[in-house]
């Protein structure tokens, strides 16, 4: 029996070692750092600051920097990804630049306003930008556009808030910059 324990704890530690080591940086041990900024001059600002694309800003909550940042942080734990806020040194970290967050103006059902959230995903390390996600999102009536069928279903038939947006926003950032690079080696 002892034996037995032996070899399941030396594959237990040959397990932890291949995915340490066979994973991208921000799926390795460590802390992704995370930093959500709003654009400070909507009215000047026409490109992102960090990464040079071009944005369409508008109203941003006040709260939205602090409703972005915790889910942004809930959906890295979801994903078991260990997170710090800010940046530590050679740490990769996630810096979120949000420059429209508006609610929507009515109720589940109908709006007079529907909610828009746009921000910029940058994964980034000692200030340079290795990967970028641009989430811009304006509910739109199902007449509107026929093609947004399977959105308006999976939202619960309904119009939605800027924090439900945010959320769907910040997975899709995270599922594009998390997940690893495939590298094609070329055949021999």
């Keep these: 029996m002892f034996m037995t324990l032996a070899r399941a704890w030396k594959f237990l530690l040959v397990g932890v070692m291949f995915l340490a080591f066979a994973v991208s940086s921000v799926h390795a041990v460590g802390d992704l750092g995370i930093v959500v900024e709003k654009l400070k001059d909507p009215e000047k600002t026409l490109f992102c600051p960090v990464c040079g694309r071009a944005i369409s800003p508008g109203v941003v909550h006040t709260d939205a920097p602090a409703i972005i940042r915790e889910k942004l942080k809930v959906a890295l734990t979801d994903r078991n990804v260990g997170y710090s806020d800010g940046i530590k040194q050679d740490q990769p970290y996630i810096q979120v630049l949000v420059y429209r967050f ?9 709006v007079e306003k529907p909610a828009s959230v746009a921000f910029h995903m940058h994964l980034m390390k000692n200030k340079v930008v290795g990967k970028i996600f641009v989430y811009s999102e304006e509910q739109k009536a199902l007449t509107q556009n026929l093609l947004t069928v399977g959105k ?17 926003g910040i997975n899709a950032g995270l ?14």
Aim: aromatic share 10%.
């Design 102 to 110: 508006q609610e929507r103006k009515g109720g589940n059902f109908a």
């Design 175 to 188: 599922d594009e910059l998390l997940e690893p690079r495939e590298t094609t080696e070329p055949a021999e």
């Design 152 to 168: 308006f279903f999976s939202r619960g038939a309904r119009w939605v808030t800027a924090e439900e947006l945010a959320g769907e």
